[in-house]
């Protein structure tokens, strides 16, 4: 077996779940232009992490609407991004219990 099957195989299978890249890159920088455009009419600076968690969930929101919307991994990975900026926020108070979603049985 060479690298290029093992390989093949993964972009594939990425293909399958997220549909062609070149349409969900297309897709995923012109959300991330928008935000960008729009936080610079509007005045609003952001720090670093801020910018990245919205890259990132755009990335993940353009996945979604490119592939497949059922793909649970994309949904926790925007909750986990919009977490990771929350807790840094300098407004953020933890509460006492933080509920925890537990995964739904078929």
Not at 30 to 55: C, I, W, Y
Request: aromatic fraction near 6%; include cysteine; charged fraction near 25%.
């Amino acid at each position: 077996m060479t690298t290029a099957q093992p390989l093949q195989a993964v972009l594939d299978q990425r293909g399958n779940q997220y549909g062609d890249f070149r349409h969900q890159a297309v897709l995923a920088q012109t959300l991330k232009n928008v935000v960008r455009e729009h936080l610079e009419a509007q005045g609003v600076e952001v720090e670093p992490f801020q910018m990245e968690s919205l890259d990132m969930i755009l990335h993940k929101v353009a996945r979604i609407c490119n592939g497949n919307p059922n793909n649970v991994d994309s949904w926790q990975d925007i909750a986990g991004y919009a977490t990771i900026a929350m807790i840094r926020s300098p407004e953020w108070i933890p509460e006492p219990e933080t509920p925890v979603v537990k995964k739904r049985r078929a």
